[in-house]
Nanobody, 125 residues
Framework: QVQLVESGGGLVQAGGSLRLSCAAS????????MGWFRQAPGKDREFVAV????????YYADSVKGRFTISRDNAKNTVYLQMNSLKPEDTAVYYC??????????????????WGQGTQVTVSS
């Protein structure tokens, strides 16, 4: 089992920044693909960003490309999401997710085995 705990959410004005953290525990962090998803009220959970276990491959949703950066520190078993130039439409609960690295799609939430409890991000206009 992998336990994931997110932190770093909060209220920020449009144009501001936040950094989310996701601390993993329970087993070795190696060989896990780590992703961030978000869910706004009344909407489906959507892909935000993903990082391969080695950190060599990163993918982003078009809506956050150029503004968000995903990174990981395997020594600390932690993955980060740096969010800059935040917009009101970024308001959502942000979830960290993990699965064993494989060749399948990174985009679909149902492919991830482990999830954090979520952290609220609210961007005011």
């Amino acid at each position: 089992q992998v336990q994931l705990v997110e932190s770093g959410g909060g209220l920020v004005q449009a144009g501001g920044s936040l950094r989310l953290s996701c601390a993993a525990s329970g087993r070795t962090f190696d060989n896990y693909r780590m992703g961030w998803f978000r869910q706004a009220p009344g909407k489906d959970r959507e892909f935000v960003a993903v990082l391969s276990w080695s950190g060599g491959r990163k993918y982003y949703a078009d809506s956050v490309k150029g503004r968000f950066t995903i990174s990981r520190d395997n020594a600390k078993n932690t993955v980060y999401l740096q969010m800059n130039s935040l917009k009101p439409e970024d308001t959502a609960v942000y979830y960290c997710a993990a699965r064993i690295e494989d060749s399948g799609s990174y985009y679909y939430s149902w492919r991830y085995n482990f999830w954090g409890q979520g952290t609220q991000v609210t961007v005011s206009s």
